[in-house]
């Protein structure tokens, strides 16, 4: 064979991959094929109105309020126990006073890990009184932490939503202590 042949197979080969992989991811956004329901049109999203992110939570009035410094105000909105062994902790960082807050460093927490990966509430615990232990934010593999990062300067009045993950407490653990520095703590009860 000649290095031109075998050249030209090659491209051959891998444009026929390429082919088959868009052919086949094409199918996958297709929907499955339930041709029965027609698309639906903007005008009717309009009426729907507003539907809840899983970042707003499952209830109305928060699990725990924490206050912070110079206005800020942690609202608990979940803490769900997954089966995977991880317990996730939603809310809203809200700036309820007037002016501009920076927000504080000293949420990203000390440990050298986590500094290194910039702002964030990696300084979070869950302590549980009752197994006398406390559970710290989880981390990736690279060590960044598994919360809410980048957050910088809340507006007046302005709503951010976060979330923490830590490993789950045992079963029987239904409320766990929340603490965040620079924050008030607070007792949450854990779902699920």
Known sequence: MSIRF???????????????????GATGCGGGG?????PASPSATKDSGSKPSAQEGKSETPLAELKGPSGLILQ??????????????NGD???????????????RGDETEIIKHGTSLGGATLVDSKGKKRYYVLRDTDGRP??????TVIQAGQTIPVFMQFPSP??????????????SSGTIKISG
Do not use: C, M
């Open 76 to 89: 608990v909105t979940s803490a769900d126990r997954d089966s995977g062994g991880f317990v996730t902790v």
């Open 146 to 151: 598994l919360t809410t990062t980048d957050l």
């Open 34 to 38: 339930d041709s029965k329901k027609p």
């Open 170 to 183: 045992p079963a029987d653990t239904a409320e766990v202590t929340l603490q965040l520095p620079t924050f």
């Open 6 to 24: 075998t050249a030209q197979a090659t491209r051959g080969v891998v444009a026929v991959i390429i082919a088959a992989g868009l052919a086949l």
């Open 93 to 107: 960082i809200k700036n309820d006073g007037s002016q501009e807050v920076v927000v504080p460093v000293a949420l």
